[in-house]
C-alpha cells in the first residue's frame, strides 16, 4: 500500500512526540488525516481504526510514556504516511535513516520533520525513494512554517541559481536583542534561555549548526533537483559547510554597525558549489534583517528575479503545518 487515492484522508504514523511531532498529533484530524501510531523513544500507542490522541498525548503527560506498545511496532502499523519527527542527528542520520527506509521498503510515503537524513544522507534517501512505490518530501525540515521546498519545486529547481536567508530563529533574537539594548552576548542568551526561546545547551543554534543543516538540504534539493541522471548529482552534508556562529561578536561590533546603518545577522547561503554560514553585515531595514525570531529565505531565479519568503522559521504547530502540508501533498 502506497499513497492514499487523490482526495481522501491519510493514516499517519508519527515517530516522535516532541513539540513538532505532538503538535502533528494534535492538528491532523483538522487537514482531513487521522493518526493510527503515535511513538517516543520508550514506547507507542497504536490503534488502526484511529488513534484517541487526546488519550495518548495524556498519558504521555502523566507517565512519560506514550503508550505500552513497542516503538517498533509502530514502524509496523498499517499506515499510510510515516511523519519522522524524532530528533535531528548528525553523521549516519539514525535512528531516523532507518525509519525513513523501512518505511520505503514497505512502499509507504514519507514525512520528515527531522533534518538528519535529507541533510546528511540525502543521495542514499532519493535511491531509496526511487525504488519504493511512496515518496518522500520534507518541507518542515528547513524553515519551520516558510514554504521554501515547494516553492523552489514550483518555480524549478534549475531556475533557481541560489538560496540564502535567515535560518536560525534563537541566533536572530540573540542579535536582534544584542543590537537593540547594546547588551552582551551571555547576557542575552540567559534571557533567551530564561524565555525558551534558546535551549539549556544553545550549541545547535548559536555555532550555525542548525542553519548550515538547512542550508544543506536546500542545496541538495537544487543540486538533485535539476541534475538530468542524480548520479551527477552533488551531494552535500554538514562536512561541505563553512559555517561560523556568533558566539564571539562583541556587542561594540553591532554598535558599530548601527553607526553605519547596518546590523549584524547570522546568514546561510547555499548554491549547487557550496554552502556556508556566517555573521554578514547588512543594511539596517534590509529584507535580510527580519528581527527577533523571524526568518526569511531568498530565492534568486533565473526568470523570477528574487523571491522573499517570510515568516515564523520554528514552533510546533508552525512546523506541523509544513509537515501536514507535505502529507496533503502526497494525498
Known sequence: MAATSPGTGSRLAILGVGAVGRSVAELASEYGHEVVALSDSRGAAIDEDGLD?????????????V??????????????????????TLGDAEPGFSHVR?????????????????????????????????SVRFEATVAG??????????????????????LNGTANF???????????????????QDMGVAEADPSFDVEG?????????????LSFGSAEDPSDAREFSLADATVDGIRDIPGNALELAADDGRTIRLIGEANRDRVRVGPRLVSEGATLAVPGTQNIVQLETTHADRLNLSGRGAGGPETASAVLGDVGRLS
Open 145 to 166: 512554517a516558510i514554504p521554501a521546498i515547494s516553492t523552489i519545486e514550483d518555480v524549478d529547481p534549475a531556475h533557481v541559481t541560489a538560496v540564502r536567508g535567515v
Open 67 to 88: 503508550g505500552p506498545a513497542d516503538p517498533a511496532d509502530a514502524l509496523a502499523a498499517d499506515y499510510d504516511v510515516l511523519v519522522e519527527a524524532t530528533p535531528t
Open 53 to 65: 490522541v487526546a488519550d495518548a498525548l495524556a498519558e504521555k503527560d502523566a507517565s512519560g510514556v
Open 102 to 134: 523501512t518505511a520505503l521498503e514497505r512502499d509507504r510515503n514519507v514525512v520528515l520533520a527531522n533534518k538528519g537524513p535529507v541533510a546528511e544522507r540525502f543521495g542514499d534517501v532519493q535511491a531509496l525513494a526511487d525504488d519504493s512505490a511512496g
Open 209 to 221: 549548526t542548525d542553519a548550515a543543516l538547512k542550508c544543506v538540504i536546500l542545496a541538495n534539493v
Open 174 to 192: 540573540i542579535l536582534t536583542r544584542m543590537a537593540a539594548e547594546g547588551l552582551g552576548y551571555d547576557h542575552v542568551l540567559a534571557e533567551a
